[in-house]
């Protein structure tokens, strides 16, 4: 079994590929980063809004995000033409008790085509095959009636309902709490 962060995992289906991003993926990295509909039911404090640069993005991705074990971010390609969906990120690792958090967000021009259900499952597939996680979780508003879909079609329950979290913003956010 493989330890999270041991490696950057690719993960792919017949249709997708979750894989890093390379500093040529900036430019598409950018239009996600501009696509103003794709965050309003995302928190504030998402690495790629942190900067303006994608290629700053990028570059803490790899390299503090991976060294402090914070964050695991992959971009989701379509392979045909290697098209830029969005991200899939793993973050909130706790070792100790094989747990972690996942989160995904695609270009607004994606949605609808089943891409995030998909990059969820490939997400489950290698985290309980691959490696030590035994526990999947995730956290969603609750007018976020898409991604509740993506993730009921994924075999997670909701266990918490509007729990009050702090997603950057000026009020506390209300959050469903999703487990698998």
Not at 51 to 60: F, G, N, T
Not at 84 to 110: A, D, M, P, T, W
Not at 151 to 159: C, H, P, Q, T, Y
Request: proline fraction near 3%.
């Amino acid at each position: 079994m493989k330890k999270l962060f041991e490696e950057i995992p690719v993960m792919e289906s017949e249709r997708l590929i979750l894989t890093k991003l390379t500093m040529d993926d900036s430019k598409a990295l950018s239009e996600l980063m501009h696509d103003e509909p794709v965050y309003e039911y995302l928190p504030t404090f998402l690495l790629e809004r942190q900067s303006e640069d994608p290629l700053w993005v990028i570059d803490r991705m790899y390299g503090e995000c991976i060294r402090e074990k914070s964050a695991l971010h992959l971009g989701i390609f379509e392979k045909k033409g290697r098209v830029f969906c969005g991200l899939v990120e793993l973050y909130g690792y706790k070792e100790n008790i094989h747990k972690i958090s996942i989160g995904y967000r695609l270009k607004h021009q994606c949605w609808g085509r089943k891409i995030a259900s998909e990059s969820v499952r490939l997400m489950i597939d290698y985290l309980l095959r691959e490696t030590d996680i035994e526990i999947i979780t995730a956290s969603v508003m609750p007018q976020n009636l898409a991604s509740e879909k993506v993730l009921l079609k994924n075999g997670f329950e909701r266990v918490v309902r509007f729990s009050k979290e702090d997603w950057g913003y000026q009020t506390p956010t209300l959050a469903d709490k999703w487990i698998r």
